[in-house]
């Protein structure tokens, strides 16, 4: 069965069993120093409260309309742990009064019109996978307008032109991540951007959001591999120029990168690609500490070497994942490409490695896939295809695969399971780190009694790394929004006061915005702010999103 579940990440059959459930209540326990999470009972999709809706379709849109429950209410939350809580007990309060699902561009305008011209709020809608609130108008602006509907652009698909020689593709906004990769195989080629959330979002999603891809270096952000894009706003249709590059001026599809569709719905974009690997080279190095990890994983990011992977796990983190249970740091390394052996590049970091105390824990492992790469990495980031990687990186590959699933698990056992993530400078990395890590475990100590906080590098750049936080604790079963926002709030004050970025590669949404709002400087904000009256005047796009 592979319908989406109504509340939890993903699809139904791949929710854990009870097995596992009880098999995560154990090790739950042992991580927080808490009493044994109980299995709770699942929601059942009849008992989920779905507002009334407050406006319909007119005729002209009435084809691509649903007001149904159920659609309502997928298209209600993103998969936040927040959303998560709220899906697990049966709140529906943010659902949209209706889904609309335009077929092309054209349709997208006459959508827009009436929302601007009846005063209905439109939230652009991809995959549905935001963890910062990006896919709901907030309870208290809901009464500004005369409705809201999700504009679900999953009928926007398909590959819909392949420029070989210049190595790159159109693409229709809705595709989803495997059925991207999948149309791309049979060119041989590769968009080579892999978020976590692969599987459920979109093309366009990534561009709106300013994604960050699986791999640790080069091109990775969704910003390396847009070369042009259209838009849809109320005021009209926006197409740029394919350009390798251009000094014209800022570059006019940057302004949509990362709008979060507060600024237009992005219909289609040309997208760099690539040819598929065919060569790789991988192994895993173990640290006496985090911080020895840290040095390493710099020298690597200033090698120019630019290693495919290159992410530190520190002892926390890969106790949590089984990656290593013997309280050092692990850092996973690994080279791709099209077109020459990879072995040159990866005896050489490993020799990095070494000189800053590293010793090989796996590998090294050189692999050749044939002409044309491997079949089986068609749908999926490095390791999908011959079994996966093996040792430590394989054990990471599928805890990183079957992370998302297990949060939602973990909501029903009532466990708090939540990340963060943000980029700072290597020479503020250490201090940045002790602040930020202690700002998490007082949270917990102080809301729930104490719990667990991990880290890794998910990008590394010759500048600086993106920690990548994850915290676990015990759950206030009735009250766990509060304990979030209360943990969610201490953790963000100190990314800011430490000089790191609120995100790095999951957006701002609504939950992110406080903290949005004062890292961004105060005259960008008016720029903000005056193209959104020029492109949105009556302000129905996204509202909340990025600016108000």
């Excluded at 409705?147 to 989803?176: C, K, P």
């Excluded at 896939?369 to 990495?377: E, I, K, L, S, V």
Aim: proline share 7%; glycine share 10%.
């Amino acid at each position: 069965m592979t319908t989406r579940s109504l509340w939890a990440w993903g699809t139904i059959d791949r929710f854990p069993d009870d097995a596992t459930r009880r098999r995560l209540a154990g090790m739950a326990r042992m991580l927080t120093g808490g009493a044994e999470p109980a299995l709770l009972p699942l929601p059942r999709d009849e008992d989920a409260r779905v507002p009334a809706a407050r406006v319909a379709a007119p005729a002209t849109l009435a084809a691509l309309a649903s007001a149904t429950e159920r659609d309502r209410a997928l298209h209600a939350h993103g998969r936040a742990y927040p959303d998560l809580v709220r899906g697990f007990r049966g709140d529906f309060a943010a659902a949209p009064d209706l889904v609309l699902r335009p077929r092309d561009a054209a349709e997208v305008e006459a959508c827009l019109d009436w929302c601007s011209r009846a005063r209905v709020a439109c939230v652009p809608f991809g995959g549905g996978t935001s963890v910062v609130g990006g896919v709901e108008v907030a309870a208290e602006r809901r009464g500004d307008f005369a409705g809201v509907a999700a504009l679900d652009l999953e009928r926007l698909d398909g590959l819909h032109e392949v420029d070989a020689t210049s190595l790159a593709v159109r693409v229709g906004a809705g595709i989803l991540g495997p059925a991207l990769e999948r149309a791309l195989a049979a060119h041989q080629l590769t968009l080579r951007h892999y978020p976590q959330s692969f599987e459920h979002s979109t093309l366009g999603g990534w561009i709106a959001t300013r994604a960050g891809g699986h791999f640790a270096t080069g091109p990775t952000h969704i910003d390396d591999f847009v070369e042009a894009l259209v838009a849809i706003t109320p005021r009209g249709r926006v197409e740029t120029r394919r350009l390798p590059a251009s000094g014209a001026g800022p570059a006019p599809e940057r302004l949509w990168i990362g709008s979060e569709g507060a600024l237009g719905v992005i219909t289609e974009a040309w997208m760099r690609v690539q040819r598929r690997p065919r060569f790789r080279a991988a192994a895993s190095v173990k640290f006496r500490t985090t911080h020895d990890g840290a040095r390493a994983a710099r020298a690597l990011a200033q090698s120019g070497l630019r290693p495919a992977n290159c992410r530190l796990l520190d002892p926390a983190e890969c106790m949590l994942h089984q990656v290593a249970l013997d309280g050092t740091a692990v850092l996973l390394v690994g080279f791709e490409s099209a077109d020459h052996d990879q072995a040159p590049w990866l005896a050489r970091a490993l020799e990095l490695a070494r000189d800053h105390g590293g010793t090989i824990a796996s590998g090294p492992t050189i692999t050749d896939d044939g002409p044309g790469g491997a079949a089986g990495a068609a749908a999926g980031p490095p390791g999908a295809a011959a079994g996966g990687p093996a040792g430590e990186a394989g054990t990471w590959k599928r805890a990183f695969v079957d992370a998302p699933y297990l949060q939602s698990a973990l909501v029903s056992i009532g466990v708090m399971a939540d990340t963060f993530e943000t980029a700072c400078t290597w020479d503020r990395f250490e201090a940045f780190h002790a602040a930020v890590t202690g700002a998490a475990q007082d949270a917990l100590r102080r809301t729930v009694g104490g719990g667990v906080v991990a880290c890794r590098f998910t990008h590394v750049s010759p500048d600086g790394p993106a920690p990548y936080y994850t915290f676990l604790g015990p759950a206030r079963v009735g009250d766990e929004l509060a304990v979030w926002r209360e943990v969610k709030a201490a953790v963000s004050e100190a990314l800011h006061a430490a000089g790191g970025t609120i995100t790095h590669h999951h957006a701002v949404g609504r939950t992110h915005r406080p903290w949005y709002d004062r890292e961004r400087p105060p005259l960008f904000g008016e720029v903000l702010r005056a193209a959104k009256r020029a492109l949105d005047p009556a302000g129905v796009l996204n509202p909340g999103a990025l600016i108000d």
